[in-house]
């Protein structure tokens, strides 16, 4: 054996007669780490589900007016850009549908304080008195404590 103290019958020259295993952990190894990392990417696409069906449920779809604001300052009507009469005419296509019908807004970082409040107040005055300013959660510092939700 390879390794073995005190054993003189084996010749020097005779030939190594054991598999050496750590290469082959290694591949093994690797090949689980490639599975892992895949899995959840394919099976995201495979996995098929089948709602169940109901006769009471609830059929209202809610309607949601998509209004941006870039750097520059143009107000964009789901993607383009937009007017107080298209916001407007749109408002109106969304509220006949759904009274409860409510705004999106999302504005660059970079964009003036005026031109969000005018597209608030564009959407506003187009009669959806619901809207919600659209973020992105910023990640946590690692130094930092996250703030305690305890009452006095």
């Known amino acids: 054996m390879a390794g073995s103290v005190g054993n ?4 020097d020259d005779s ?3 054991e598999i050496n295993v750590t290469p082959f952990v290694d591949v093994v190894l690797v090949l689980l780490v490639i599975f892992m ?3 959840p990417t ?3 696409d495979a996995i098929a589900v089948k709602l169940p069906k109901s006769t009471t449920s609830d ?3 809610m309607q949601t007016l998509g209004v941006a604001v870039n750097r520059d300052g143009v107000i964009l009507l789901n993607g383009l850009p937009a007017t107080e009469a298209s916001i407007r005419d749109e408002a109106k296509k969304i ?3 759904s009274p409860e019908a409510t705004a999106v807004i999302g504005a660059d970082q970079e964009a003036r304080h005026g031109d969000v409040v005018r597209a608030i107040d564009w959407v506003k005055a187009a009669g959806i008195e619901r809207f919600a300013l659209q973020i992105e959660k910023k990640a946590p510092d690692a130094g930092s404590v996250a703030p305690s939700s305890s009452g006095p």
Request: avoid cysteine; proline fraction near 5%; glycine fraction near 0%.
């Open 8 to 11: 003189d019958s084996l010749d």
């Open 15 to 17: 030939p190594i007669s």
């Open 37 to 39: 990392v895949t899995a």
């Open 42 to 44: 394919l099976m995201k």
């Open 59 to 61: 059929t209202k779809v």
């Open 95 to 97: 509220l006949a549908q």
